[in-house]
């Protein structure tokens, strides 16, 4: 019987990066009861330029800092109906991007949303997870810790 090759392990919660949205670190919350993974983003706006549907945002990066500010701009991948953690289905835009934890680099579907409130400002569901980590719920930051 041939063996699967071993995952690599996370924790609950990790720094990961974003390099095409110049986000060179933002802590995530690993949450594999979310489907999708979501970005803290405010002043969103969607516009067309040479024949694309691209969407601007900001996000602050770092939780309880309001000063450290990232604007950025990405195609718009889809608009999708998401249930939030209290429960209500909201109308999010979707992107497309690259993240890379521990050296390895994929591309993940990301919504945009006001986490301001949540204690994380990004959430990777397991839709970015599958098949490439399996998750230690009782450690955190093993990729870098502090």
């Not at 090759?5 to 949450?31: C, T």
């Not at 949303?113 to 400002?121: A, H, K, L, S, Y």
Request: glycine letters at 6%.
């Amino acid at each position: 019987m041939k063996q699967k090759p071993q995952l690599p392990v996370i924790g609950w919660r990790e720094w990961v990066s974003l390099p095409e949205l110049g986000i060179e670190k933002i802590k995530a919350k690993i949450d594999t009861g979310a489907r999708s993974s979501a970005i803290h983003a405010f002043d969103i706006e969607t516009f067309h330029q040479d024949g694309k549907h691209l969407v601007c945002f900001k996000v602050h990066p770092y939780q309880r800092d309001s000063i450290q500010t990232v604007a950025t701009t990405s195609p718009l991948f889809d608009e999708r109906q998401v249930r939030n953690s209290g429960g209500h289905a909201e109308l999010r835009l979707v992107i497309l991007t690259p993240i890379e934890i521990l050296g390895y680099q994929w591309p993940i579907e990301l919504t945009l949303t006001n986490r301001d409130v949540m204690g994380f400002r990004m959430l990777l569901g397991r839709q970015a997870l599958r098949h490439r980590f399996l998750v230690d719920p009782g450690k955190s930051f093993l990729l870098h810790p502090k």
